[in-house]
C-alpha cells in the first residue's frame, strides 16, 4: 500500500540531508537549506512531491511546536535584563518599519488594511537565522549581540497581537463593524489571559507534579504535548490562531519549575516538524514569477533592506548605541523572517493577500533570508565605510560626551585603560583601585555608565574601535591597556588602532578561543587570554585537588603548564617585537611581586640573612614600601610587614620562596599584581 506522505517525508528528508550539507561546507545556516530544498522538489521545482497539503499539515505542527518553545523560554526576567533594547529598541524598529511601509503602500495603491498588513510583514526579522549566525560567531554577548536579541525578543512577541489584528483588518476592508470586532477581541483577550493566569499558578503546576512524582518520562513527554495541543485547539476553537494557542500554552508551562525539562523533550520535535514549515514555504517559491519579475523583486529586495537597516538602526542610536552598532544591528535584522510567513498565511486566509502580490512577498523573503549570511559576515566592513563619513561625535561614540572629561584625563599617566565593564572588566579596576593604580574605563553600556558613575568610577560611554575615542583616553600615555569585551570584530579593530597609536602601551587581551590568539597577537597584542584555555586549566586544577595532590605540587604543575602552553600558542605567531623574551635564552625566569604577611618569619632580617640569592638562586630587584620604591637594594635592608618585594629567578624557586612571605596565608591568595 502506498502511502503518499511517507513518500514525500522520504523525499524532503533525502534531499534534505544532501542540501544541508553543502550548506554546512559554505557556511550557510541550515534554515536557508530548508527553503532550497522546498524549492527544488515543489512544483515550481523538480515537482518531487505531489501532496504539497500534506506537507502543510506537518508545517502547521512545526508552527505550533516553534511557537510552544518560545512561549516556554519567554521570561519577564530575561526582558528586564534587556528591557530598553526590549521595549524601547524593540518598540521603536517595529512603529518606523510599519510607518514607513504603510506610507509607502499607500503610494503605490494599498487601501488602509493591506497598507497596514504589509507594514506588519516587513517589520519582522528573522529570529532563527540572526541568532544562529550570531551565536556561531560568538557575538551573543556582544552590543550589537545583545540589542539585536532584545528587537528579536519584541517582534516574537508582537506576532501574537498582530494575528489578532489581522482578521479584524481584513473585516475593515470588507465594510465590517470595527467597533464591534474590537468589543469581541477584547473579550476573548481577557477570558484568555483568566485562563492563563490560572491554568499557570494552580492547575498546571499541581498536574504536572503528580506526574513528575511517577517518574514516567513518556507519560511527562506526552502531558507536555497534550498542554501544547490542547490550548492552541482551544483558541482556534474560540476564532483565533493555532499559533496563538501555541504561544500561550508555552506561557503557560514556562511559569513552572519544569519548563526546562520540558523544553529539552520537546525541542527534537520542534526541530523536525519546522523543518517542514520551511520546507513548505520553499514548495510556494514561484521561481517562474520570479525570473519574469526579476527587475521588480530586486529593487523590493533592495528597497526592504535599507528600510529595515535603517529603521533598526536609528532605533539602536536613539536608546544610545554608537553608530558602529546600531549599523551592526541595522544589517542584522534587514530581512524578512520566518514569522511573516506565518502572518501571510493568515493574512491571505483573510483576503489580504492577492496571488502576484503573495508571490512577491514570498519571493522577497526567501531571497532576503537566504542573502542573511552574507549580509551579517559583510556588516563590519560596511560599519567601518560608513564610520569614515562625517558624522556627529555624538552619533560616532554614544550617549555620553567623552570630550567633557578630556582635560581630566590627559593628567593620566602610566595608567591602565579597561575596555569593557563586564566581570574581567571590573576585577581589573576593583584590583587597580587597591593597588592604587589610576585607571580609566571604556564601556557600550549607557545604564552601566550611568550607574557606575554614580559610584565614583571613572568610566566613560564610547566606542572604542574608533582612534579619536582611544586619544581621549590618553592611550599614549597609559601603560596597560585591557581589552575584556565580548565582540570577536570588535575586539581586533580595538587591538590595531590601539598599536597604530601607541608602540609601548602593553595590550592585554581576553578572548574566547584559542584560535584566535596568533591573529591578535599579528595585530599588536602583548598577552592574549583564552578563556577556553583558562577555563580547562581550572578545571584541571579542580580535579588535582579532589585526588589530595598537594596545593603547592597543583600550583607548580599549573603555572608550568600556562608557561608552556602561552609559549607554544605564541609561536603561532610570526611578529616581530623590538624585544626578546628572556625566556628563550633562560627556560622558566620569571619576575614575581611578593608581599610580606604580617606572619611572615622574613620580617625584621635583612637580605643577607635571610639568603634568596644564596639558597634559591632568587634575585631581589625592587622593594615598594609605601609609595616608595627602594631599587637594587643592598643586604643590609631590612624587610617590613607589607613591603612588596619584587624578584626574579626560575619558576619553581619563586614558587618555593613564596611561603617564606605568607606563612599565615593560603598559597593562592599570595598574587598582588605582575610586573
Known amino acids: 500500500m502506498e502511502i503518499p506522505l511517507l513518500n514525500g517525508i522520504v523525499v524532503i528528508f533525502s534531499l534534505a540531508i544532501v542540501v544541508i550539507l553543502i550548506c554546512h561546507k559554505l557556511r550557510i545556516p541550515s534554515v536557508v537549506g530548508y527553503l532550497i530544498t522546498g524549492i527544488l522538489a515543489g512544483p515550481y521545482g523538480f515537482s518531487l512531491i505531489k501532496e504539497i497539503h500534506e506537507v502543510e499539515v506537518l508545517a502547521e505542527v512545526g508552527i505550533i511546536l516553534l511557537l510552544f518553545t518560545i512561549g516556554i523560554e519567554f521570561s519577564f526576567k530575561k526582558l528586564m535584563e534587556l528591557k530598553k533594547p526590549v521595549l524601547i529598541g524593540g518598540s521603536l524598529q517595529l512603529f518606523l518599519t510599519g510607518g514607513i511601509t504603510l506610507l509607502v503602500g499607500f503610494l503605490i495603491g494599498l487601501d488602509f488594511s493591506q497598507a497596514i498588513f504589509a507594514g506588519f510583514l516587513v517589520s519582522l526579522s528573522s529570529t532563527a537565522i540572526v541568532l544562529k549566525i550570531i551565536q556561531e560567531r560568538g557575538e551573543i554577548d556582544s552590543p550589537y549581540g545583545r540589542g539585536s536579541l532584545g528587537i528579536l525578543i519584541f517582534q516574537d512577541v508582537a506576532v501574537v497581537p498582530m494575528m489578532l489584528i489581522v482578521p479584524i483588518l481584513a473585516g475593515i476592508g470588507e465594510g465590517g463593524d470595527l467597533t464591534g470586532e474590537l468589543i469581541m477581541l477584547g473579550v476573548k483577550g481577557l477570558v484568555i489571559i483568566v485562563a492563563v493566569v490560572t491554568s499557570a499558578k494552580w492547575i498546571i503546576p499541581r498536574l504536572l507534579y503528580s506526574i513528575v512524582k511517577t517518574r514516567s518520562r513518556e507519560l511527562f513527554l506526552l502531558s507536555i504535548v497534550l498542554i501544547c495541543f490542547a490550548v492552541a485547539w482551544f483558541t482556534s476553537k474560540a476564532g483565533l490562531s493555532l499559533a496563538l494557542g501555541a504561544f500561550l500554552a508555552g506561557l503557560i508551562i514556562s511559569e513552572s519549575e519544569y519548563s526546562h525539562e520540558a523544553l529539552g523533550r520537546v525541542l527534537p520535535f520542534r526541530d523536525i516538524f519546522i523543518s517542514f514549515f520551511f520546507v513548505s514555504i520553499g514548495m510556494l517559491f514561484n521561481l517562474e514569477f520570479l525570473l519574469n519579475n526579476f527587475l521588480l523583486v530586486l529593487f523590493v529586495i533592495l528597497g526592504v533592506i535599507i528600510l529595515k537597516g535603517f529603521a533598526a538602526s536609528l532605533s539602536a542610536i536613539i536608546i544610545g548605541f554608537p553608530l558602529r552598532s546600531a549599523i551592526l544591528v541595522g544589517l542584522a535584522l534587514s530581512q524578512v523572517g520566518e514569522f511573516a510567513f506565518i502572518l501571510s498565511r493568515t493574512g491571505a486566509q483573510s483576503g489580504l493577500f492577492s496571488g502576484d502580490s503573495y508571490n512577491l512577498f514570498l519571493s522577497v523573503s526567501v531571497i532576503s533570508m537566504a542573502l542573511t549570511p552574507f549580509i551579517i559576515s559583510s556588516a563590519p566592513k560596511i560599519a567601518r565605510r560608513a564610520m569614515a563619513l562625517p558624522f556627529p561625535s555624538r552619533f560616532i561614540s554614544g550617549s555620553y560626551p567623552i570630550e567633557q572629561a578630556e582635560e581630566t584625563l590627559e593628567i593620566l599617566e602610566d595608567h591602565i585603560v579597561i575596555i569593557g565593564y563586564g566581570i574581567n572588566g571590573k576585577n581589573v579596576s576593583m584590583a587597580a583601585s587597591i593597588a592604587e593604580i589610576p585607571y580609566v574605563i571604556l564601556e557600550m553600556n549607557l545604564d552601566v555608565v550611568k550607574e557606575e558613575r554614580d559610584k565614583g568610577e571613572p568610566i566613560y560611554q564610547g566606542d572604542a574601535c574608533q582612534e579619536e575615542v582611544l586619544k581621549h583616553l590618553n592611550i599614549k600615555k597609559a601603560k596597560v591597556l585591557v581589552i575584556a569585551i565580548s565582540d570577536p570584530v570588535a ?180 598574587f598582588i599584581k605582575s610586573e
Open 491 to 670: 575586539v581586533r579593530n580595538i587591538t590595531k588602532v590601539a598599536r597604530d597609536l601607541s608602540k609601548k602601551v602593553y595590550i592585554i587581551v581576553r578572548t574566547r578561543y584559542i584560535r584566535e590568539i596568533e591573529t591578535l597577537c599579528e595585530l599588536g597584542a602583548d598577552e592574549v587570554i583564552p578563556e577556553e584555555f583558562e577555563t580547562s586549566v581550572e578545571i584541571f586544577a579542580r580535579v588535582l585537588h579532589k585526588y589530595l595532590i598537594p596545593k603547592d605540587e597543583i600550583e607548580k604543575f599549573i603555572s608550568e603548564l600556562r608557561s608552556e602552553s602561552y609559549e607554544m600558542f605564541r609561536s603561532m605567531s610570526r611578529r616581530t617585537r623590538h624585544f626578546q623574551n628572556l625566556k628563550i635564552h633562560i627556560p622558566d625566569l620569571d619576575i614575581k611581586s611578593l608581599r610580606v604577611g604580617e606572619g611572615s618569619e622574613i620580617i625584621d632580617k635583612d637580605l643577607a640573612e635571610i639568603g634568596l640569592r644564596k639558597d634559591y638562586g632568587v634575585t631581589v630587584l625592587a622593594i615598594r614600601r609605601n609609595t616608595e620604591f627602594i631599587l637594587n637594594p643592598h643586604g643590609d635592608i631590612k624587610i617590613e610587614p607589607n613591603d612588596i618585594v619584587i624578584v626574579v629567578g626560575l619558576l619553581d624557586k619563586l614558587l618555593e620562596i613564596s611561603s617564606l612571605f605568607n606563612r599565615d596565608e593560603p598559597l593562592k591568595s599570595k
